[in-house]
C-alpha cells in the first residue's frame, strides 16, 4: 500500500523560499503520477503542480515561475521547491499519487485523479 509523508513547511515571511519534500513508501510496481495540493482555510483545494513518470511537469498559473516540481526515484521522494512566496500562498499543502501499472498518462491539477493523500504539511507567509 502506498503512503506518502509530508514535511518541510513552516513559516517565513513574503518573498522567502520553502522546500517541501514527500516521502513515498509502500510500492514496488508500477508508475505514480503525483502532484502537490495546496489547501487554505475556507477555500477550496488547489492543484498546484504535477509530475509524470518521465518528468513532465504542470503548474497552476498561480505558481509558474516560482514552485518546481521534481522527484527523486532512488531517494523515492517527490520535493516542491517554493521561492518568492507571498501570502496568499499560505496553506495546507498534500502530496497526492496514483498507482499506475506502467506509466503516468498524464499530468493533472485534479484532485479526483488522485487516490492516495499525505496529512499535509502547513506553510504560513507573513507580508
Known amino acids: 500500500q502506498v503512503q506518502l509523508v509530508e514535511s518541510g513547511g513552516g513559516s517565513v515571511q513574503a518573498g522567502g523560499s520553502l522546500r517541501l519534500s514527500c516521502a513515498v513508501s509502500?510500492?514496488?510496481?508500477?508508475?505514480?503520477?503525483m502532484a502537490w495540493f495546496r489547501q487554505a482555510p475556507g477555500g477550496e483545494r488547489e492543484g498546484v503542480a504535477a509530475?509524470?513518470?518521465?518528468?513532465?511537469?504542470l503548474y497552476a498559473d498561480s505558481v509558474k515561475g516560482r514552485f518546481t516540481i521534481s522527484k527523486d526515484n532512488a531517494k523515492n521522494t517527490l520535493s516542491l521547491q517554493m521561492n518568492s512566496l507571498k501570502p496568499e500562498d499560505a496553506a495546507m499543502y498534500y502530496c497526492?499519487?496514483?498507482?499506475?501499472?506502467?506509466?503516468?498518462?498524464?499530468?493533472?491539477?485534479?484532485?479526483?485523479?488522485?487516490?492516495?493523500w499525505g496529512q499535509g504539511t502547513q506553510v504560513t507567509v507573513s507580508s
Open positions: 509530475i509524470r513518470t518521465d518528468g513532465t511537469t
Open positions: 497526492a499519487a496514483r498507482l499506475w501499472a506502467t506509466s503516468c498518462p498524464r499530468s493533472s491539477l485534479t484532485g479526483g485523479d488522485y487516490k492516495i
Open positions: 509502500g510500492y514496488s510496481w508500477g508508475a505514480l503520477c
